[in-house]
């Protein structure tokens, strides 16, 4: 690509990204009443869309790997561990992600 | 005198919402600095000079696109599919959009750089935090955006400038982002109810984003499976809008 080119693909990159921000906003401005079903939607796509990056980030764990995605696993278990028993939100990450990066270097 | 006053509590009362929210912010660091150096690394071993990560960080401020865009600017020139791209791998930011329409009502000249900043982790931290009595929300919001922002164009840049030092192994640190969607979706689960009885219909919305994706992961594998996921989260919830919403105002009564 030239540097004209990589320009125009940067800038339109850019615009496509920028407009998945901005269409909820311009749609739904202040002021004007939002449809029941977008504040429904409002209200439990929260919730799900966090299972969703759940699965997301776990997305590349492959079960056929010479792990089989067992240091995943523990760590999922370890963080959720954490949280039911402190109840805290920093602990269980710090803990979660220190287990997950022990496994790797000394387990598997 | 007067308006010295007012000048001095408009700066303590942004400065109460940053020491308050800076602490919610530390797993976000952890992840993007981290993710950032990969991505500014990635980007110069490419050949690409030393700004653009930088550049594209600040601009895109989406990770997973901008790791795509080491592959697109590398190879032949297709603006429109590279756009298509963008607005598919953007598309969750629409959910996060409708999630935040009323969080970020009201923001004045804060809500343009809000919502230009919108990102997964940006979402979740201020979809998720109860902003303490006292602290005024906006500054809350404003500062969780420009801090995580500044820590994914400065991983970038470092990673552009000193990647190739870097000699200890960080090799499993990036699962601070899955701990930390973990932790919210637990919270959120919380949010909803904690009674056993009836559990399960209880927490409808986040077994459907947890089951929707699993499902699609299968069916789609990992690189294609965020879009029918999307759907078919979107599609279930509004089938199931009547029994999921009477069972919300149930709960919250």
């Not at chain 2, 982790?121 to 969780?144: I, L, M």
Request: proline share 5%; hydrophobic share 50%; net charge positive.
């Amino acid at each position: 690509m030239s540097t004209g080119q990589m320009t125009i693909t940067f800038a339109l990159v850019a615009a496509a990204t920028a407009a998945t921000r901005f269409l909820p906003y311009v749609l739904f401005p202040e002021g004007r009443k939002v449809p029941a079903v977008v504040m429904y939607l409002g209200k439990v796509l929260g919730p799900a869309v966090f299972g969703m990056l759940v699965v997301y980030c776990l997305r590349n764990v492959d079960m056929a790997s010479p792990s089989h995605g067992i240091p995943e696993l523990i760590a999922c278990l370890v963080t959720v561990a954490l949280y039911v028993w402190k109840r805290n939100m920093v602990l269980p990450m710090a803990g979660g992600t220190l287990c997950y990066m022990i496994l790797l270097h000394t387990v598997f | 005198m007067n308006e010295q006053n007012i000048k001095g509590k408009s700066r303590r009362k942004a400065a109460r919402a940053l020491v308050s929210c800076f602490p919610l912010t530390i797993p976000v660091m952890a992840g993007y600095i981290f993710l950032g150096v990969t991505y500014g690394l990635l980007m110069r071993t490419a050949g690409f000079p030393f700004w653009l990560p930088t550049l594209t960080a600040a601009v895109i401020y989406t990770g997973s696109m901008e790791f795509l865009m080491v592959e697109i600017l590398a190879s032949s020139f297709h603006p429109l599919s590279a756009m298509a791209t963008a607005f598919m791998v953007g598309a969750r930011h629409l959910f996060y959009g409708l999630a935040m329409l009323q969080k970020y009502g009201n923001t004045g000249w804060k809500k343009f750089y809000l919502i230009y900043t919108t990102s997964d982790e940006t979402f979740a931290v201020n979809y998720g935090a109860d902003v303490p009595e006292g602290v005024d929300r906006r500054w809350f919001y404003f500062w969780v955006s420009l801090l995580d922002q500044m820590y994914w164009v400065g991983g970038a840049t470092l990673g552009a400038f000193f990647g190739r030092f870097l000699t200890f192994d960080m090799e499993g640190l990036d699962f601070v982002m899955t701990a930390m969607f973990i932790v919210i979706l637990l919270a959120q689960w919380e949010k909803d109810g904690t009674r056993l009885e009836g559990c399960l219909r209880d927490h409808v919305p986040e077994i459907t984003g947890l089951g929707a994706s699993f499902l699609c992961r299968l069916l789609f594998g990992p690189d294609d499976f965020l879009i029918p996921s999307m759907v078919l989260i979107l599609a279930l919830l509004l089938i199931f809008r009547k029994p999921i919403a009477m069972r919300r105002e149930e709960v919250q009564r």
